[in-house]
């Protein structure tokens, strides 16, 4: 608040009949009392009597400003300003007067002519800083408290509004500066605590602006903005209860705060209470139905209980507001992809960049997925290459293009891209599943397992990934440990057949064949779509127990019940082995691998096969591209340095034996198979290869130890 100068002039009585300087006396004391209605009167009485009374003008200028007259000030300042034009005080007023109308630019001007005539405190620097600030003069407003500042350095409001003005310039670090300084001067502010934690978030110094809101709120409980300010930082910092506490809590202060339910909405969606968030939403929208944003957010939380058909209407609802909203392009494109609709996600991904505006690189990730889809991986790799150019901290286009370069067996850059991905989010659940992926085919089963607990860490109710553990601990013969795993995450309401199959692979691997029985029937009965794979793996397992009849009629109602399982074929080329039918294995090799090409086990296993029918040509054709696609997998050598013995080329055979156990010198078969390989070549060192075998669990080692082991 500006003060006005009151100026009490004393004046003789002259005579009875009053003066102007009489009148203009009176006028005074009466305005020193703060009776301005009075004031006024007298000093126009003063006026009446002499119109040249410059003073009088002035003066009742003064009692109009203080009784909120502000125009009828400004035309008594300006009858002061055409008498003496170089009245730094009438500028100086009239400049009060013009800010009281928010006449900013006339403030402005005033003020500065009062300094030019040499009225320069820190209070008219201030002053004319203010105008500046409600003129948006931000830059300007801050070399006017630069100036109050060298005036009057211990003042703490200077700091204050300088801080202000220069967050307004997006100076934030400058401003935190100033608020530094102010409250060192003045701890007791509460507003300049808030001002700069306001500052620290945008600079995304979270901490720092938590603490500072903590205090503000201490110290004024009822700072409703502060309460709401910090539900913000909470959501920055991932604590999205405390933020919707926070917002509930502010929302109690005061009710009509902008976007609340947005807010509310928002923070629930990232707290998997997405019915939660729908239902804010849905009072969102109420509020502003034409907001297609709000349908946007709404759909991607119904997207996530997959409710895709209410999640496309929201979309659609989104992009019908607004025909040029990149992101609902995106989001509905995604839900496509879900769909396997990837040619409607590639003209959604088309959409999307036509219309993006935030250059984050997001609308190029979707329509690199649709073209990955469609196996264009030239133009999804280009699309994912545009979009770290754009966004170069894009987590999702590194993952992308790094799954495209596993798939084209380029694992060494895929691991680079997709270590890139987790580096900048480390909550990337989808690169972690990835990475394992290519961490198994190249043979590194702890990496893999590794991975899929962090994925697991981060997105808990993944089935896939629950799946994809038990299976890689299955791999890496941790039967007991797989066990565990399936039993916990198991439930009475489990109804995916697949989780009670692979909790029968891992019994049957530590020889509960009847409990492994139970788990395979069990899978039928809660889920009729895993027949196939149920009676596969019961094939499988009598094949492991030498009950081959068994075996053969089980694989036999596995491919019955569905021609396309590959694992059907591929077991029944393993009983095929057995029986020494070779050609036949091969061609149900063959089957696995039209079936399901990615199935990479298959072509060392077809390579040992083509071994026996002499077809050399095409068996290291298949070794080749098993070791390309996994060449860290200790199995893939043990297969072919059998398939040399075959060949008989045991010196080839045994780099590739060595070569397995220097991969994994835990792994049984390899130890087993050169210690055999050994023992037929007169080599009695093959003994010891065979007790290692024993010692690592191989269940074939005893039966040759005793026959030709002393």
């Known amino acids: 608040m500006k003060r006005l100068l009151i100026i009490i002039s004393f004046l003789p009585y002259l005579g009875f009949a009053q003066t102007s300087d009489q009148y203009l006396d009176i006028a005074n004391k009466e305005s020193a009392v703060k009776n301005y209605k009075s004031a006024i009167i007298d000093f126009t009485k003063a006026i009446q009597l002499n119109n040249n009374n410059v003073k009088a003008y002035l003066y009742r200028g003064n009692a109009y400003s203080n009784s909120s007259g502000y125009s009828e000030a400004i035309d008594d300042y300006s009858k002061v300003i055409s008498f003496d034009p170089g009245n730094a005080n009438a500028y100086y007023y009239r ?41 948006q003069d931000y830059a300007g407003a801050v070399e006017d408290f630069t100036r109050a500042i060298e005036i009057t350095p211990g003042n703490p409001e200077l700091y204050e509004y300088r801080g202000v003005a220069k967050t307004n310039l997006g100076d934030n670090k400058g401003a935190i500066l100033d608020y530094d300084i102010s409250l060192k001067l003045n701890p007791n502010n509460a507003d300049v605590y808030y001002y700069r934690a306001n500052s620290k978030g945008t600079i995304a110094d979270f901490e720092g602006a938590m603490a500072d809101y903590n205090t503000t709120i201490r110290m004024n409980p009822s700072n409703a903005e502060a309460v709401f300010y910090r539900g913000n930082i909470k959501v920055d910092l991932r604590d999205y209860k405390g933020a919707i506490d926070d917002y509930k809590k502010a929302a109690g202060m005061k009710p009509d705060l902008p976007n609340l339910y947005y807010y509310l909405a928002k923070a629930a969606s990232n707290t998997d209470e997405n019915g939660v968030a729908i239902a804010y939403f849905d009072k969102a929208i109420a509020l502003n139905p034409a907001n297609a944003e709000l349908y946007l957010y709404r759909g991607i939380c ?24 990149s992101k609902a392009f995106q989001n509905r494109g995604d839900l496509k ?60 286009a590194y993952t ?27 909550g990337n659940s989808y690169a972690y599943s990835v990475r394992a992926k290519i961490k198994s085919k190249l043979g590194d089963k702890k990496g893999s397992i590794a991975d899929l607990r962090k994925q697991l860490e981060f997105d808990p109710k993944n089935g896939d990934a629950q799946l994809k553990l038990g299976r890689e601990l299955i791999a890496d013969q941790q039967y007991s440990e797989a066990l565990l795993f399936f039993n916990k995450v198991i439930t009475p309401g489990t109804k995916n057949g697949k989780f009670y199959i692979e909790r029968g692979i891992a019994m049957s691997n530590l020889d509960d064949n009847k409990g492994a029985i139970a788990e ?96 050399t040509a095409d068996m290291r054709t298949d070794f080749a591209e098993a070791i390309k696609l996994s060449p860290r997998d200790e199995n ?67 039966d040759v130890i005793k026959k030709y082991c002393r």
Request: proline share 2%; with cysteine.
């Open 95 to 135: 400049a009060n007067a013009y800010s009281n109308i928010k006449s900013y630019k006339n403030a402005v001007d005033d003020y500065t002519k009062a300094i030019e005539l040499g009225l320069r405190t820190a209070d008219i620097y201030h002053y004319r800083a203010n105008e500046k600030v409600n003129s």
């Open 302 to 325: 119904k997207n996530r209980l997959n409710d895709t058909t209410a999640a496309m209407n929201d979309f659609n609802k989104a992009i019908n507001l607004n025909r040029k909203f």
């Open 337 to 396: 992809i879900s769909l396997k609709n990837y040619h409607g996600a590639l003209l959604d991904g088309d959409s999307s960049i036509m219309f993006d505006t935030d250059h984050d690189g997001y609308a190029y990730v979707t329509r690199g997925k649709a073209r990955a889809a469609l196996l264009d991986t030239a133009g999804a790799v280009a699309d994912y290459n545009t979009a770290i150019r754009e966004n170069p901290k894009n987590t999702e």
């Open 400 to 426: 992308g293009r790094g799954d495209i370069k596993a798939m084209e067996a380029n694992y060494p850059a895929a691991l680079e891209d997709l270590n890139k991905a987790i580096e900048l989010f480390a």
């Open 520 to 615: 395979f029937n069990k899978a039928m009965a809660v889920d009729s779509n895993t027949r196939s794979i149920a009676y596969a793996n019961m094939g499988n397992m009598k094949i492991r127990i030498k009950d081959y009849d068994g075996a053969q009629k089980d694989i036999d109602k596995a491919i019955l019940k569905d021609q396309n399982n590959d694992d059907a074929y591929f077991y029944r080329a393993s009983l095929k082995m057995i029986q020494k039918n070779y050609l036949g294995a091969v061609y149900d090799y063959i089957s696995v691998l039209l079936i399901n090409p990615d199935n990479i086990k298959t072509y060392a296993y077809r390579g040992l096969a083509e071994s026996y029918t002499l077809d």
């Open 636 to 702: 893939n050598y043990v297969l072919r340095a059998e398939a040399k013995i075959n060949l008989k080329d045991p010196a080839g055979a045994f780099k590739d034996f060595d070569k397995a156990i220097e991969l994994n010198p835990r792994n049984p078969d390899a130890w087993f198979n050169r210690g055999l390989a050994k023992i037929n070549q007169n080599d009695n060192s093959g003994c010891a290869d065979l007790k290692k075998a024993l010692e690592l669990g191989s269940k074939d080692a005893p």
